[in-house]
């Protein structure tokens, strides 16, 4: 899954609760996004960065926040304002900003239950 | 807006014979198209790209794709499918600049013994 790591690879949240999912990558990248996939659906853009403490939202962002404070990390927060968390989180970074002509390089994945 | 569409939710061939995942896309102007491959339970894998030049894009694991303009399509193919093929395949399309890339909905293939 080339230098990106997502952990942890499986979470459990109870409902009312704050969740945060770790992005890290070690290829030097500016672009770092998050993805959301449900069966069916594909990939949903959450949110997306190009650069160190700046972040843009994606299409489902409502329910999730996001940093950027160094640019080798992304981490993703899922709040209790996300009804249905339930759901396979991709994290994927692009050598340049904002790029669509740039390889993406995905993370193992991290699959979020709610109990 | 640039789409893409991949219009089988889902591909069944035999090992050992030919498979053809399908992608159509629409983008103005020149576009840079992707396949990338999930294997369950873990992120996306790139396979091929296209940018310019020759229409047949040759990739990892014995993968190539077509890229054909008139028709607007990108379809993937392998001269003979394995068992071990079996995953889910993602097309995405660019335009060029500062754009988040556009996936298409995924299209399993089941490579049967």
């Known amino acids: 899954d080339g230098g990106i790591t997502q952990s942890p690879k499986y979470l459990f949240r109870k409902e009312g609760q704050n969740v945060t999912l770790s992005c890290e990558q070690n290829?030097?990248?500016?672009?770092m996004y998050w993805y959301r996939q449900d069966p069916g659906q594909g990939l949903r853009l959450i949110y997306y960065?190009?650069?160190?403490?700046?972040?843009q939202k994606g299409d489902i962002a409502e329910g999730y926040s996001v940093s950027r404070e160094k640019k080798e990390s992304f981490p993703l927060t899922v709040t209790s304002a996300q009804k249905n968390p339930t759901a396979f989180y991709l994290c994927?970074?692009?050598?340049?900003?904002?790029?669509?002509?740039?390889?993406?390089?995905f993370g193992p994945g991290t699959r979020l239950t709610v109990l | 807006a640039q789409s893409v569409a991949q219009p089988e939710d889902q591909v069944n061939v035999a090992e050992g014979n030919p498979l053809t995942v399908k992608c159509t896309y629409s983008?103005?102007?020149?576009?840079?198209l992707f396949w990338y491959v999930q294997y369950p339970n873990r992120g996306l894998q790139f396979l091929l790209k296209?940018?310019?030049?020759?229409?047949l894009v040759k990739g990892s694991y014995g993968f190539e794709a077509e890229f054909n303009k008139s028709q607007t399509s990108f379809h993937l193919k392998k001269p003979s499918a394995l068992v071990s093929d079996s995953a889910l395949y993602f097309c995405?399309?660019?335009?060029?600049?500062?754009?988040?890339?556009?996936f298409g909905r995924g299209t399993s293939l089941i490579v049967h013994p």
């Open positions: 960065s190009q650069i160190v403490n700046d972040f």
């Open positions: 995405a399309a660019g335009r060029g600049g500062s754009y988040i890339p556009t």
């Open positions: 983008v103005s102007g020149n576009p840079y």
């Open positions: 290829l030097n990248h500016d672009a």
């Open positions: 296209y940018i310019t030049g020759d229409n």
């Open positions: 994927a970074s692009s050598m340049r900003r904002l790029a669509d002509t740039d390889t993406q390089y």
